[in-house]
């Protein structure tokens, strides 16, 4: 295929940082993951599944087979491939090759042996607590700088669509890597924005993406502000607080934080070990990113700024600003207030959740889904 020339440089030497990754055969994956086997299964998004492997070096892979194969979605791998191939960062989980043989399309990431943050906030892992307050506030600053890497220094800026817990994997030392920015598009130079298929979760959605498709990089921080407010109490983006009453993340946390109970809003798995301030901080950053209108929210590498506390009198604006007024308190409770999100309807469990709902179809980018 002609992009893989662009691991080349004009003079004909290849960039370092390309030759990370390659080509597999299949042959190689169906004996890594003993033929796709089932019990190899790690899980199934979106895209398809997800299967752990072993090379013939021992190194552990993370295969994602990509389900129903078209022509049209070929080309669309090759862009995939191409973004994914392109982005290196210290918090993003690039990938280590693919293959594309007969009707196969499969990439192959480095396998990450703590699984995703949605799993040990809510998953198989919850009942472990593994996330000690430090780990958190490090998973959330190092997702951020991945994010803000995506949408400020990657050339051309990628916009990821899909940022959620399950999104974050976590390597063996529980430091965050942001994964699936694959289906993220290209954003030419001078194009604000692009309309393409809505993609992502449930309750992680900014509300003007969910209603007009307009993929922007404040819709990710939106979904970025959804995932801080559970790290820090451990709930789900919406809660089924009784049959007839859904409440979403924001809803529950922006009365508690004008009420200043940051200590009662943290993960009670924690219990007491957890520092107040820097909950407060990432409660506060959570909501200021979740507001209902994009321009106030902050931009992410802002919102690095912020979880780093290296900012004390942004923090202090925020704090202090319209936002944490105690008539929002009031105006929000229930499901209709004005961070809620119009879309949501009902709750789903994770895999279940994700909605895709074309837009303007003159306009829309196909998708890989
Ligand atoms: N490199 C990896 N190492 C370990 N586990 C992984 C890896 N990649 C994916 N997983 C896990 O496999 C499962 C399936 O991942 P997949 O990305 O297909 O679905 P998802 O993240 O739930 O949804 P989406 O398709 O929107 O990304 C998830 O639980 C995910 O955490
Ligand atoms: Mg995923």
Redesign the pocket.
Known sequence: MGWLCCCKRPDGKKKRKDTTWRIFSLKELQSATNNFNYDNK?????????Y?GQLWDGSQ??V?RLKSWSNKAEKEFAIEVEVLARVRHKSL?SLRGYCAEGQERLIV????????L??HLH?QHAAECHLSWERRMNIAIDSAEGIAYLHHHAIPHIIHR?V?A??V?LDANFQA?V??F?FAKLIPEGVTHVTTKV???LGYLAPEYAMLGKAKESCDVYSFGVLLLELASGKKPVEKINPTTKLTITEWALPLACDKKFKEMADPKLKDSFIEAEVKRMVLVGLACTQKKPEQRPIMSEVVELLKGESAEKLSNLENGELFKPEQASSCQGTSGPNSSDVITEEKD??ED?IEEATDSSETVPSV?
């Open positions: 790690l899980g199934e998004g979106g895209f398809g599944s997800v752990w892979i993370a994602k989980l990431y480095d396998y990450m042996q703590n699984l995703s949605h799993s998953g899909d959620k399950s999104n994997l890597r994964a699936d694959g993609k992502g979760t994770s895999k994700t889904r």
